[in-house]
C-alpha cells in the first residue's frame, strides 16, 4: 500500500525532470565587433545555459538568509580560444579570446569571471559592418 505513492511519486519526478531543461553547453553566436577592424566577425561557441534552482523566501528578514538561494547555470569546465580577426590595421590588435564552455553546472554566479544578467533570447546582433562568419571547430574552414 505504502509502495504505489512512492513509486507514482518516482515516476512523476522523472516526468518533470526530463521536461526541465537543465544547465547544460548550448551553441551560442557572438558578434564581435572592432573599429580599427573591417569586419564584424560572428564566432561560433557555447555557453553554459538552463535552469538552476533558486529560492528567495519572503520571509528572509524571520527566518534568516537561508531561505535566500540564488545559483545560475554556469561554467564547471572551460576552454579559452582565441581568433584572429580579419581587416584590421596593422596597428589594431586584431585578437580576439572568448570562452568554450565545456560542461556546465548551477552554482553562485561569480561576478570577477562570468556574465551574470539574464539575456533575452531575441537580441540581434549590432553590426554596422559586414559579417564574416567564424567556425573554430575542427573540420571547418575558418570563415565563410
Known sequence: MMFAPV????ILGLLVGTA???CVPTEYT???EKQECDYCVAINTTICMGFCFSRDSNMKELVGP???IQRSCTYQDVEYRTADLPG???????HFTYPIALSCHCSMCNTQSDECA???RFSAA??????RHLYPYPGQ???I
Do not use: I, N, Q
Not at 513509486?7 to 518516482?10: F, K, L, N, P
Not at 584590421?88 to 586584431?94: G, R
Open 20 to 22: 526541465v531543461p537543465m
Open 7 to 10: 513509486v507514482v511519486a518516482g
Open 88 to 94: 584590421c590595421a596593422p596597428h589594431a590588435d586584431s
Open 118 to 120: 539574464h539575456k533575452t
Open 30 to 32: 557572438l558578434y564581435v
Open 141 to 143: 574552414s575558418d570563415y
Open 126 to 131: 549590432k553590426c554596422s559592418k559586414p559579417v
Open 66 to 68: 537561508r531561505f535566500l
